[in-house]
């Protein structure tokens, strides 16, 4: 399954550019103190709209900003639980009164991680489980607006509904595949 961000927007280049520079400016030794600058006036702090922490010591300047800022609730989706050398730092965010380390499913027909917080994708809403609570992102133009419920340690489980022509296909193969 092909990443939905590599599907849309994310391919143009004014997209591309904020990435490709903060691919790199993480690495500058003041990127901590100016993220706690910069969530100075915030109360919710989504990390990564498309993408993942793919280097421990980013994940360790992350964990910096999250112990630094009390003040803000953070939400990290990641798929980097897969590989061991994430668990000490991602138990470390998880364990923050602040945060929700929501491990991500791989898959796209609501298959679950066993977790305290985790998410998955669904075909559509009629394939949420009564465990699932629905992302209703959907409806606002992929907008959370007042919505919280991924910043929510108590939801166990956040299901988003499969969006865009690209991915709605690849599910419908699945599916098929698995009939």
Same mark, same amino acid.
């Given at each position: 399954?092909?990443?939905?961000?590599?599907?849309? /927007?994310?391919?143009?280049?004014?997209?591309?550019?904020?990435?490709?520079?903060?691919?790199?400016?993480?690495?500058? =030794?003041?990127?901590? =103190?100016?993220?706690? @600058?910069?969530? =100075?006036?915030?109360?919710?702090?989504?990390?990564?709209?498309?993408?993942?922490?793919?280097?421990?010591?980013?994940?360790?300047?992350?964990?910096?900003?999250?112990?630094? +800022?009390?003040?803000?609730?953070?939400?990290?989706? +990641?798929?980097?639980?897969?590989?061991?050398?994430?668990?000490?730092?991602?138990?470390?965010?998880?364990?923050?009164? /602040?945060?929700?380390?929501?491990?991500?499913?791989?898959?796209?027909?609501?298959? +679950?991680?066993?977790?305290? /917080?985790? &998410?998955?994708?669904?075909?559509?809403? &009629?394939?949420?489980?009564?465990?699932?609570?629905?992302?209703?992102?959907?409806?606002?133009?992929?907008?959370?607006?007042?919505?919280?419920?991924?910043?929510?340690? +108590?939801?166990?489980?956040?299901?988003?509904?499969?969006?865009?022509?690209?991915?709605?296909?690849?599910?419908? @193969?699945?599916?098929?595949?698995?009939?």
């Amino acid at each position: 399954m092909k990443c939905d961000a590599r599907l849309c /927007n994310y391919r143009f280049p004014n997209v591309k550019a904020p990435r490709e520079h903060n691919r790199e400016d993480w690495k500058r =030794d003041a990127w901590v =103190d100016d993220m706690v @600058q910069e969530l =100075d006036t915030e109360r919710y702090f989504r990390w990564f709209d498309s993408g993942d922490i793919y280097d421990l010591r980013l994940a360790d300047k992350i964990l910096a900003v999250m112990v630094a +800022t009390p003040w803000v609730k953070h939400w990290l989706p +990641t798929r980097m639980h897969k590989f061991p050398k994430f668990a000490p730092v991602l138990a470390k965010m998880g364990d923050l009164s /602040n945060v929700v380390v929501r491990l991500s499913s791989d898959s796209v027909t609501g298959e +679950t991680i066993d977790a305290p /917080n985790s &998410s998955t994708i669904i075909p559509t809403i &009629s394939h949420a489980l009564p465990s699932m609570s629905v992302c209703d992102a959907y409806e606002r133009d992929g907008k959370c607006a007042k919505c919280r419920i991924c910043w929510d340690k +108590t939801i166990s489980v956040v299901a988003y509904p499969a969006h865009g022509k690209k991915m709605l296909k690849q599910v419908n @193969q699945i599916l098929a595949i698995n009939l």
